[in-house]
């Protein structure tokens, strides 16, 4: 009798549930999906999904439809109840979110009075959810401090939720597992059922930095990077700076030193679908520089809006080309955005685009002059890779992971420092010869990392941990 | 031989450190034959009343005699009962016996000893009863709920306080090294080394049962402490800042004062994964107690304040159990440090490393010299001395007189 040969099973959560252009994670979900899928006969390899109380075999149906551009929706079971049109925020964002959309449909005329009303009641609305915020700390206190308390707990139960896996199985979860209550239950999968169980750690930027992230999300991310720890066979993570992050974190918490596995995302830029809009067609009409990045305060978008203030200041604006974002505004931009559209020396040098669609993001990277990256801290920083995959020179920050995806062939530049940045983005901008020796040095050395390539050292990894006992 | 024991706690029903110290010693003394009258304050008005003691004096009284109480009531109460002719006379009205020998514990009750025996035209051997080294630890629990100048000046007061009865005394008792060295620089009379122990217990049926009633059948490990500020200091200062010592289905079981305070802290739920690991028991009865350090993997000591010994070291010792704990918790227990089945730590990320070392470990199996070896924490052991250095300064003083 032959053996059984385990079933690899990725878990696609997040994917099912996203309704708008892939990012990141989403994406990584969906490549590592695809590209896998391919490597493993047929049948063994499947798609299961967290449907609230247990996690169901999940088989995108013929009705896969089309968002926007290329990105395919995957069509969810009626009754799964997980399927919202949007997406659940936390609290905080939430509330944000509502400002956001009220302040962006009112008219212009009502904004300023809109805009005193909500500065008059933000200390308010804050105090309150602080209050209650403090109300749920006390309340579980009470809970714990209730005596005598017993450890009755999953130690004598059995698993709470129902699943499809088997003994010896491998369950891939590399979503926006955080946002759910499954993943804290990995360990009893792990455990009891003897599933091995792979999930990633893309970086630890709540926990190390949280001053850039919503709300008190340090002791929320170490607890759940802790629980995965604790739940995995194998942490995949993004780049050696993340693996690094997450084993110092355990090491100093006293968490489980877990498997890990690097594996460099791809960076090749989809040239999927989708028509170019005339609005992007005339902002790649003239020469620009481009950053491709959600707009928060961690990106470092101000260092850049500095940088452009000061050449303006001296005199410098005719010779510059305009700074594109693209990226949607999120949380702490406000004042910064603020800024750029009132400052008179930078006006109208500095573009938002916002709901590019693949076909124009590949638009824009081939249009540019060069691409700029000043984040101050990055688990990866896809964006860098992708403007190297298409031969562009790159200004970059040296922090975090950037340098492993740059390597010597990006020119560095201090995130903190917006003199530097002025003058190397105007060198780079007005000095072709320098600026073709970077492009040259990118096009003849860069190595495109693919998707395909990432995804069989998974591959590899995964058959490491298949073939290690329980 | 009589001897009288000043103290500021009842001992009839001994629940924290200092009354269990003082309760085995008059035992120890009473075991040697001698006659022993304990009198003494209510330190506080959550303690039972019991003879011999005058009830605590109140807010208005210690403050007629020291403005800002709060936290320094037992340096209230020693100026009250030396300077105020109306509550040195209620004390003293207790003291039924004309001893050989005053035993004065901790410093607040020796401005009243000294006054007393001149009234009483008495000369008995005093012996001060060191259980720490009172000014430091005092001025680090107030220095964590008031400024720093109040915190200085209140180790300054009793350090005065705390010289005056060492230096006053015919001998002096201390209980561990560090403190006999520091007593050392302000005395050149005798001194003794007297460590904290722990009663010898074997688990009963009811324990067993009531312990196991909480902890079903979880592996964990076991924090024993009272509700003083420093245990609550030590166990944020070692498991603050994420907690993933513990597998989901480990606990940390918190048994006495310290559970609820814990867990109503806003600190456990700063540091991952604590408030979800933690199992609070409260206070428990003594059964209930020796059943759950049988049951336990590892008993955890994350002391870093204060002096003297920890009783709970002793007993953590005492379980046969896993011991993790910081240098601090193991003062006065040095003898014990790299034994088998000890573990210190004073870094909270080693210790943290540390925990989940050990209860990955199978259970302890001591073997017959370390299970001899724990037997000296025994309060039969570690004050076996003491009849005796109590008999030679008596002898001493009688000399001199």
């Known amino acids: 009798m032959s053996e059984r040969q385990p079933t690899i099973w990725i878990n696609v959560t997040t994917s099912a549930n996203w309704h708008r252009s892939a990012v990141g994670i989403v994406r990584v979900e969906r490549e590592l999906r695809d590209n896998l899928r391919k490597l493993y006969p047929v049948g063994q390899f499947k798609e299961c999904i967290w449907t609230g109380d247990g996690f169901s075999v999940f088989a995108a149906g013929a009705g896969e439809a089309k968002a926007g551009s290329n990105i395919e929706v995957l069509e969810l079971p009626a009754a799964l109840p997980v399927s919202y049109l949007f997406p659940v925020l936390p609290k905080r964002q939430a509330v944000i979110a509502i400002a956001q959309g009220a302040m962006s449909l009112v008219p212009d005329r009502l904004r300023p009075a809109l805009d005193r009303l909500m500065r008059r009641c933000k200390a308010p609305v804050v105090q309150a959810m602080n209050y209650l915020a403090v109300r749920r700390y006390r309340k579980q206190a009470k809970i714990v401090a209730s005596e005598p308390h017993t450890m009755g707990s999953k130690a004598d139960k059995d698993l709470v939720f129902s699943h499809p896996f088997q003994a010896g199985d491998v369950l891939i979860s590399v979503g926006l597992d955080w946002s759910w209550t499954f993943y804290k239950d990995f360990y009893y999968l792990r455990t009891r059922e003897k599933v091995k169980i792979v999930t990633c750690c893309y970086d630890l930027i709540p926990v190390l930095y949280p001053q850039y992230c919503v709300g008190e999300v340090a002791s929320m991310f170490t607890s759940y990077f802790l629980d995965i720890a604790e739940g995995s066979d194998m942490v995949l993570c993004i780049s050696k700076q993340s693996e690094q992050d997450l084993l110092e974190m355990l090491d100093r918490t006293g968490g489980r030193k877990v498997k890990t596995h690097v ?28 950053f491709v990045s959600s707009i928060e305060r961690r990106k470092n978008h101000e260092v850049l809006y500095r940088a452009y203030h000061l050449l303006c200041q001296e005199g410098k604006r005719v010779q510059l080309p305009k700074l594109v974002f693209v990226g949607m505004p ?27 669609n693949d076909a124009e993001l590949l638009k824009l990277y081939q249009s540019s002059l060069f691409c700029v990256f000043p984040s101050l801290y990055e688990g990866w920083g896809l964006p860098v890779g992708e403007a190297m995959s298409l031969g562009k020179a790159v200004l970059s920050s040296n922090r975090g992971s950037l340098p492993e995806v740059g390597g010597d062939l990006v020119c560095y530049v201090d995130p903190w420092s917006p003199r ?12 072709e010869v320098w600026r073709t020796e970077w492009e040259q040095k990118v096009k003849t050395q860069y190595q495109a990392r693919t998707w395909a390539d990432a995804v069989i050292t998974v591959k590899n990894a995964i058959q490491s941990i298949e073939s290690s006992g329980f | 031989m009589k001897i009288l024991v000043l103290c500021t706690y009842p001992i009839r029903n001994p629940v924290h450190g200092g009354q269990l110290r003082v309760r085995n010693m008059v035992d120890t003394y009473l075991r040697a034959g001698h006659e022993v009258q304990v009198v003494g304050v209510l330190g506080s008005d959550q303690y039972p009343p019991e003879e011999g003691f005058v009830k605590f004096p109140g807010h208005e009284a210690l403050v007629s005699v020291y403005p800002e109480p709060f936290l320094m009531e037992d340096y209230a109460i020693s100026k009250l009962f030396a300077e105020s002719q109306i509550w040195f006379e209620r004390l003293a009205a207790k003291v039924s016996i004309v001893p050989d020998v005053i035993e004065v514990v901790q410093p607040w009750l020796f401005g009243f000893c000294q006054r007393y025996v001149v009234q009483a035209c008495i000369q008995p051997a005093i012996v001060y009863s060191s259980q720490n080294v009172e000014s430091s630890l005092k001025e680090r629990i107030v220095r964590s709920y008031s400024r720093e100048k109040r915190a200085l000046a209140v180790a300054d007061s009793i350090h005065t306080a705390e010289v005056a009865a060492i230096s006053g005394s015919d001998g002096v008792i201390c209980v561990s090294q560090t403190d006999l060295d520091w007593s050392r620089q302000h005395s050149d009379k005798s001194m003794l080394l007297a460590p904290n122990g722990v009663k010898p217990w074997a688990v009963s049926d009811e324990g067993n049962t009531a312990a196991k009633t909480i902890v079903g059948g979880k592996q964990f490990s076991i924090y024993c402490a009272s509700a003083h500020p420093p245990n609550m200091t030590g166990f944020f200062e070692m498991f603050g800042g994420g907690f993933g010592s513990l597998m989901p289905d480990q606990s940390l079981l918190i048994v006495g004062g310290a559970g609820p305070a814990i867990a109503g802290d806003v600190r456990v739920h700063q540091s991952a994964k604590l408030a979800e690991r933690i199992v609070v028991a409260g206070i428990v009865s003594q059964s209930c107690l020796e059943g759950l350090l049988d049951l336990a993997h590892c008993v955890v000591l994350p002391l870093t304040q204060g002096g003297g010994t920890n009783l709970k070291t002793a007993e953590a010792l005492w379980s046969g159990r896993y011991v993790l704990a910081t240098t601090v918790a193991m003062r006065g227990f040095e003898d014990f440090l790299g034994a088998q089945g000890v573990f210190v730590a004073d870094d909270p990320s080693d210790f943290k490393r540390a925990l989940r070392h050990v209860m990955a470990l199978a259970p302890l199996q001591l073997s017959d010299a370390d299970c001899n070896k724990r037997k000296r924490v025994l309060w039969d052991e570690s004050l076996s001395l003491l009849p005796s250095f109590i008999e030679q300064i008596e002898k001493e003083k009688n000399i001199n007189v």
């Not at chain 1, 989809?270 to 609005?279: K, M, Q, Y």
């Not at chain 1, 005339?282 to 481009?290: C, G, K, M, N, Q």
């Not at chain 1, 999120?330 to 938002?352: A, C, N, R, S």
């Not at chain 1, 530097?420 to 000095?431: F, K």
């Open chain 1, 263 to 290: 594996f460099p995302l791809g960076d090749n830029v989809p040239s999927g679908g989708g028509s170019v809009s005339s609005e992007v067609e005339d902002v790649a009409s003239e020469p620009f520089i481009l």
């Open chain 1, 330 to 356: 999120g949380w702490g931009v406000g004042d910064l955005l603020k800024d750029i559209e009132l400052d008179p020396l930078t006006k109208g040098m500095i573009i938002q685009l916002n709901h590019v």
């Open chain 1, 420 to 431: 530097a940045w002025a003058d190397e983005i105007y060198r780079m901008a007005t000095d």
